[in-house]
């Protein structure tokens, strides 16, 4: 007789064998912001937050939200990107926990350029402008095998929109989490169908001399992500490491180290994180693989299930920092009953 | 008689720019600086006299606030010139009054832009980054994705292409060879989809922003 837990082990193994084969791919991924100030806080480890927004880092970390969770995230970057963040789960006694996620990062008020020429003489003026809105679609599952072993699953829904380009892929993560005691470690691989891209419709016709050609057909490929992270408690003080490594790139490291005050009501923590990116700095036209390295700083409160965090990140070169917006201030609730 | 033209125009010249001394003199400018000049040019065909006051003098252009004024120097041209032709006849005689903003005093602003043209952009078809500048100036062009990380960052220099005053529009090419679009390095790639930021930095100040699209 095949039990019903054997299934759900047999369906997570079939989804780590079918994440072998690997495409690069280059589309910009929305949850690079972070799923809350409290993932911020912490160097962006990930996996170990204790509300609904860990569907965004690791399914498998839903063990550890309540009967109930809630949890809201809201920032502004450079006064321009506005992003938002949703999720709430669902603890279901003898199944486990179901949870669903929005993510999304718009910015408005982007111009149309005209251009034009008269007698050798040249002008370019706004015509109008557009937006933009890249959006995640999450939907998560977690079951746990033992008290110690959990798994998760959760399905991605990709969708991208601005001017007359609309661009669309689904894909899926699936995660483990290991309990411990003192230790936990979590593993999440993320984006693990090779074959999955997002598809770009375009419906901009005619031959407009101020307007790109059109990008019907085109692709953009989603980035396979691997994700290792470990905590360590100790009394009050909670130590956090991560290994991370997206495809194409090198692995980056994070980490961060909390700190709790008044019996888990108050927590004040440190961070240092790690982002790859391509970028082009230098004078002589070469893109090279680098490495973004910032700090966090930031603080929590828990007060009768509901969870206030605070994040502060800057970027440890100064050279990098944006001239007018040094660091980057985030604020998330989360409510867990 | 040619002589004698010769004379008064010296004379003249003379008078006018002890009239133009004491003038700005009178005048309660926050900075003065003037110069009497005598000045001679003759060819073969003719003379030219040019006798008055080259000067400086500035403003504070922003009187309210002293700690940060911006100060707009003019350069002054007022005399007497004249031009005699070695057959006699004087073809100009008269007072002369230029006036012009000195280049290093004009203050370093985008005039326009900048823009990115066509927006939104295709990464294999290229584009142009363009804007205008208040003058000559060592520009950097800095682009930044929607996490606010620093992408692509290029220094043009004072008077080549990127750091031309107006009327000239400055033209940065967004191609596969001077953007990142590719690059021209192993890890070369083309940019994702998604918003960018441009920024126009002088002496580490923002003179200048801009977003821009790219599409796949």
């Not at chain 1, 998560?140 to 929109?161: C, E, I, P, V, W």
């Not at chain 1, 603080?299 to 299930?305: K, N």
């Not at chain 1, 970027?315 to 867990?336: I, M, T, W």
């Amino acid at each position: 007789m095949i039990k019903l837990k054997d299934i759900k082990l047999g369906v997570v193994l079939s989804c780590f064998l079918m994440a072998m084969p690997v495409l690069a791919a280059n589309y910009f991924m929305p949850e690079v912001v972070g799923s809350s100030a409290y993932m911020v806080r912490q160097g962006h480890v990930q996996g170990f937050t204790p509300l609904s927004s860990v569907l965004f880092e690791n399914p498998a970390g839903l063990h550890m939200t309540n009967r109930n969770s809630v949890s809201l995230f809201s920032t502004t970057l450079m006064n321009e990107v506005n992003y938002r963040s949703f999720s709430a789960s669902k603890r279901v006694p003898g199944w486990g926990v179901f949870a669903l996620g929005y993510m999304g990062l718009g910015v408005e008020g982007i111009p149309y350029i005209n251009h034009q020429s008269f007698d050798g003489v040249e002008s370019y003026s706004v015509s109008g402008s557009f937006s933009y809105l890249s959006q995640l679609f999450k939907m998560g599952y977690q079951f746990s095998m033992s008290d110690r072993f959990h798994l998760g699953l959760a399905g991605n829904y990709y969708r991208t929109k601005f001017d007359t380009v609309s661009g669309s892929g689904y894909n899926f993560d699936i995660g483990v989490y290991f309990d411990y005691k003192k230790v936990d470690v979590s593993y999440v691989l993320k984006n693990v169908l090779s074959s999955r891209d997002i598809k770009y419709q375009d419906t901009q016709g005619g031959s407009d001399l101020n307007k790109a050609g059109s990008s019907q057909g085109r692709m953009e490929e989603l980035l396979l992500e691997s994700v290792l992270s470990m905590k360590y408690d100790r009394q009050r003080w909670r130590a956090l490491a991560q290994l991370r490594k997206v495809e194409g790139h090198s692995f980056v490291k994070n980490a961060s180290l909390r700190y709790v005050l008044f019996d888990e009501l108050l927590e004040v923590s440190a961070g240092y994180r790690e982002e790859p990116l391509t970028r082009m700095i230098n004078e002589d036209y070469i893109t090279r693989q680098d490495v973004d390295r910032s700090f966090t700083l930031g603080v929590g409160l828990t007060l009768f299930g509901l969870n206030l965090d605070y994040a502060l990140e800057k970027n440890l070169k100064a050279e990098l920092r944006h001239l007018d917006f040094e660091q980057f201030h985030y604020f998330s609730l989360g409510v867990s009953l | 008689m040619q002589l004698n033209l010769r004379k008064t125009c010296r004379i003249s010249s003379l008078t006018t720019g002890v009239l133009a001394l004491l003038f700005c003199l009178l005048v309660p400018l926050n900075e003065l600086g003037f110069a009497l000049q005598i000045q001679q040019v003759s060819s073969s065909r003719m003379v030219q006299h040019a006798t008055g006051l080259v000067g400086k003098y500035s403003r504070f252009a922003n009187q309210r606030s002293k700690s940060r004024f911006d100060k707009r120097l003019h350069v002054v041209n007022f005399g007497f010139g004249s031009t005699v032709n070695t057959n006699g006849v004087t073809s100009s005689l008269g007072p002369n009054l230029l006036s012009s903003v000195e280049e290093e005093s004009v203050e370093a602003k985008v005039e326009e832009g900048p823009f990115c043209y066509p927006n939104p952009v295709r990464q294999d078809e290229g584009g142009e980054i363009v804007y205008r500048l208040s003058k000559n100036m060592d520009i950097e062009l800095r682009i930044y994705n929607m996490r606010g990380q620093l992408m692509f960052k290029k220094m043009h220099n004072k008077g080549g292409n990127g750091g031309l005053k107006q009327p000239n529009w400055n033209k940065i090419p967004i191609n596969v060879e001077t953007f990142m679009f590719g690059g021209q390095g192993s890890d070369s790639h083309f940019l994702s989809a998604g918003v960018y930021f441009i920024l126009l930095v002088h002496q580490d100040k923002v003179l200048g922003k801009g977003k821009m699209v790219v599409k796949p």
